[in-house]
């Protein structure tokens, strides 16, 4: 079994937007991992490992597309635990959706996985594209937004639950396949894997980087290539029409009750 | 997901001395800070201890290996590493919480330095691990830095050490499975003294815990040793030599202690700014009022100073070089620039910094400890001018 972890840098979300003409300044922005990949790459993780026994179910590659020069958060995922890394070599923000997902695309044909694990969608463009772009690319049965996942490594299926508006949809799809995971995933009991035992408790969130593998992670294997090599032009399709901050909270007001707050939001509001 | 951070004036990732791996240390410190430290430490303050189970959850990430050698489940890492770590688990605000859960960080170095094979293998993995918690004794009701002149003895009785005596502020005391004892083994002076490690559990060891101004989650306590059993394996290094160890454990220690201070001024600051912004008295914020933002920049400045002396001092420390002078003076140093950010901290806050909770207030309680803990001021001071030849 190999799953492959899409893994993205962002720029700090908890920094102050700074803009440059019709755009963010990213120039001197902290790049960390995108959230919900860490969530993806708990994920893959919990499903390789068999707590209690050292072998290991699954190989777990993760694979950026960025500067090969700038990939810390690559560097961090494999401190998590990953087995090793792929890197694409581009300028992954002058690139549309599309165009990543071919990349991924390619990478899994390549690498032969049978499981593309993704976040939801990356924190700073919030797309919510690239895995399912990707499971088109590739033809494969999808499940977007996991907050559950049980494998069945007899049936060689996944069972996944859905978050969706009117509940919690459950869905069995057959390997290879594309999952996207939600925040819910790295909930202690989300991951099933068949071998861990079933009432396992993982920590709550996804598991920090030990010191031991923060030390291991330079010494593990991270193939490099560039979209050309894999067959793919980088482009894009989007044009970006304007950038602006959104605008400033007002402030908020404290009411007496609850028939004040619903007469304020009829009347004030206007959302009722 | 880390707090805004947008106030920090020094980047540290630009500085020359940080690498990548350094970085990955203090975003896992930090998150674990976050997670298992910060929702709980308010009421670890109140309990007077921390939970076994931080010491556990500690281990499991590697925190209480640093430093300490692989064979024996630590994990190698530079000065750099140390106060990178340190100063992110200042980030809780709370010095009782860095003394406790890295209090083998002076108990153990002299076990790993000198300690026998079957010490070691014995004693280091289980705290590293955080199953078992270690702590130095070595200050006496009579004394602390005067260690040649210490009166807790121990004689030989077989294949046993007896000792008899009493330790005294001793952070970690109430709960240590092992403790670093300093006690007299020959004759007077500095050549009659050898480090043993107490198993928690001798037979003639008791407790009785310290209330103290500060460091509240930290079990300090008193021991109380009373024809108490330890094996002669549990000896760290030769017999009557253990003066030297000390001493030299004392420079690991005070470089340590300039490191809290630095950590928890730089919390100082973070927390006078992010209030200054936030408050408003006659109808400004606070951080418009030029007397304020004279007080927050005198801040930054004695930060910023203090933390290029530690780094300067740590590199010649990773180079193999340990300059007592200096280190002495750094310490100085850094509670100086602690009582001076804790003083302006609390008064930018005004009522809010006063009220139990406010991480200020807690810090301000804890500066005395730094600058008389492993040596005081004063004797910081005597001993830089003999190491200067003055």
Aim: with cysteine.
């Amino acid at each position: 079994m190999k799953i492959l972890v899409t893994v993205k840098r962002i720029p700090d979300p908890d920094e102050s937007l700074k803009f440059a003409g019709n755009a963010i300044d990213t120039s001197s922005s902290k790049w960390v991992a995108n959230a919900f990949d860490e969530y993806a790459v708990e994920t893959a993780l919990r499903m390789a490992e068999h707590i209690g026994n050292k072998d290991r179910l699954a190989e777990v590659i993760v694979c950026s597309v960025c500067p090969k020069d700038k990939r810390q958060h690559v560097t961090q995922f494999l401190a998590m635990g990953a087995d090793r890394g792929v890197i694409v070599d581009a300028d992954e923000t002058a690139m549309d959706s599309q165009t990543v997902a071919k990349l991924v695309a390619e990478v899994f044909r390549r690498e032969g996985c049978d499981l593309l694990v993704s976040g939801k969608l990356s924190q700073d463009s919030e797309g919510n594209e690239v895995a399912q772009r990707a499971a088109g690319l590739l033809d494969l049965p999808q499940a977007s937004f996991a907050a559950t996942l049980r494998w069945d490594r007899g049936a060689n299926a996944l069972t996944v639950g859905r978050e969706v508006d009117d509940g919690v949809e459950t869905k069995t799809i057959p390997l290879p396949a594309v999952v996207s995971v939600d925040l819910r995933i790295v909930l202690p009991h989300s991951v099933k894997n068949g071998a861990t035992a079933d009432d396992h408790k993982y920590s709550d969130g996804a598991r920090l980087a030990s010191l031991r593998g923060i030390t291991m992670a330079k010494r593990k294997k991270v193939d490099v290539h560039t979209p050309a090599a894999l067959g793919v032009t980088p482009s894009s399709h989007v044009a970006v029409a304007g950038v602006t901050a959104p605008e400033k909270r007002a402030a908020g007001q404290i009411v007496d009750s609850a028939q004040t707050l619903v007469n304020k939001l009829i009347t004030e509001a206007k959302v009722l | 997901m880390g707090a805004r951070c947008y106030h920090r004036f020094v980047p540290a990732p630009r500085s020359p001395y940080y690498t990548e791996d350094h970085e990955a240390l203090r975003s896992t410190v930090r998150r674990f800070v976050e997670r298992e430290v910060v929702p709980h430490i308010d009421q670890w303050e109140r309990d007077g201890a921390l939970p076994r189970a931080l010491y556990l959850a500690a281990g499991e990430i590697g925190l209480l290996g640093l430093g300490f050698p692989e064979e024996y489940g630590g994990t190698p890492g530079d000065q750099f590493a140390q106060f990178v770590a340190t100063e992110e688990l200042c980030r809780a605000g709370s010095g009782g919480l860095v003394a406790s859960l890295m209090s083998h960080g002076i108990g153990m170095p002299p076990v790993a330095r000198l300690g026998s094979p079957q010490l070691k293998a014995q004693v280091l993995p289980p705290v590293l691990r955080g199953e078992k918690i270690a702590a130095l004794a070595i200050t006496e009701p009579s004394g602390g830095s005067d260690v040649a002149n210490l009166r807790t003895r121990a004689r030989l009785d077989g294949d046993h050490w007896v000792v008899d005596g009493s330790k005294t502020l001793i952070t970690s005391g109430m709960q240590a499975d092992y403790i670093t004892t300093a006690v007299r083994t020959g004759g007077e002076g500095m050549e009659g003294v050898s480090l043993l490690v107490i198993p928690g559990d001798a037979p003639g060891l008791s407790r009785t815990p310290l209330q103290k101004m500060g460091w509240w989650c930290s079990d300090t306590a008193t021991l109380y040793f009373e024809d108490c059993r330890v094996p002669v394996g549990n000896l760290v290094g030769m017999v009557n030599q253990g003066f030297a160890a000390i001493m030299s454990n004392f420079n690991g220690e005070r470089l340590g202690i300039a490191a809290v201070a630095i950590g928890m001024a730089q919390v100082c600051y973070d927390e006078a700014v992010a209030y200054a912004r936030q408050r408003e008295t006659f109808g400004r914020p606070l951080i418009t009022r030029q007397v304020i933002r004279h007080k927050l920049v005198d801040m930054a400045q004695d930060i910023g100073a203090t933390r290029a002396y530690l780094e300067a001092i740590a590199w010649r420390v990773d180079r193999g070089q340990w300059p007592i002078a200096e280190v002495c003076m750094l310490k100085n140093q850094a509670t100086q620039c602690l009582e001076h950010c804790a003083k302006e901290a609390v008064q930018i806050l005004g009522g809010a910094g006063y009220v139990l909770g406010a991480k200020v207030e807690r810090i301000y309680r804890e500066t005395k400890v730094l600058s008389i803990g492993g040596g005081a001021e004063e004797i910081m001071k005597d001993l830089a001018s003999r190491q200067l030849g003055l």
